[in-house]
C-alpha cells in the first residue's frame, strides 16, 4: 500500500503564491510518479499536472501552465506544487495522488490508486 498526504492550503489573494506538499510513503518502488488535481464546488475532479521520478519530467494542464510548477525529491517521495499568480478560479480541494503500481502519471484520475485526504485552496478576488 501506498500512503499519500498533501498539506500547504490555505487563503490566500488573487495574484499570490502558495506552495503545496505533497509525501507519498509505503510501497513506493514501482510508483513512477505523482499526480496533482483539484476540484471546485459542483464541479467534476480535474488535472493539474503530474511529475516522473526518472528525470523529473513534468506535464501541466493548460488552465495552470505558466503559473503553476511542480517539482519533486525523488530520495524522499515528496513532490510540490509552486502556485503563482493564483485567480479566483483557482479556488478548490486540492489532490495529490499516486499511480496504479508500475504506470506512469497520467490526466486520467481513474488510473490513480492513491489518493491523499485533499488540501483546500481558497483565492479570495
Known amino acids: 500500500q501506498v500512503q499519500v498526504v498533501e498539506s500547504g492550503g490555505g487563503l490566500v489573494q488573487a495574484g499570490g503564491s502558495l506552495r503545496l506538499s505533497c509525501a507519498a510513503s509505503?510501497?513506493?518502488?514501482?510508483?513512477?510518479?505523482m499526480g496533482w488535481f483539484r476540484q471546485a464546488p459542483g464541479k467534476e475532479r480535474e488535472f493539474v499536472g503530474t511529475?516522473?521520478?526518472?528525470?523529473?519530467?513534468?506535464y501541466y494542464a493548460d488552465s495552470v501552465k505558466e503559473r503553476f510548477t511542480i517539482s519533486g525529491d525523488n530520495a524522499k517521495r515528496t513532490v510540490y506544487l509552486q502556485m503563482n499568480s493564483l485567480k479566483a478560479e483557482d479556488t478548490a480541494v486540492y489532490y495529490c495522488?499516486?499511480?496504479?503500481?508500475?504506470?506512469?502519471?497520467?490526466?486520467?484520475?481513474?488510473?490513480?490508486?492513491?489518493w491523499g485526504q485533499g488540501t483546500q485552496v481558497t483565492v479570495s478576488s
Open positions: 509505503g510501497r513506493t518502488f514501482n510508483i513512477y510518479g
Open positions: 495522488a499516486a499511480p496504479r503500481p508500475y504506470r506512469f502519471p497520467s490526466q486520467r484520475p481513474d488510473e490513480y490508486d492513491y
Open positions: 511529475i516522473t521520478w526518472s528525470g523529473s519530467g513534468t
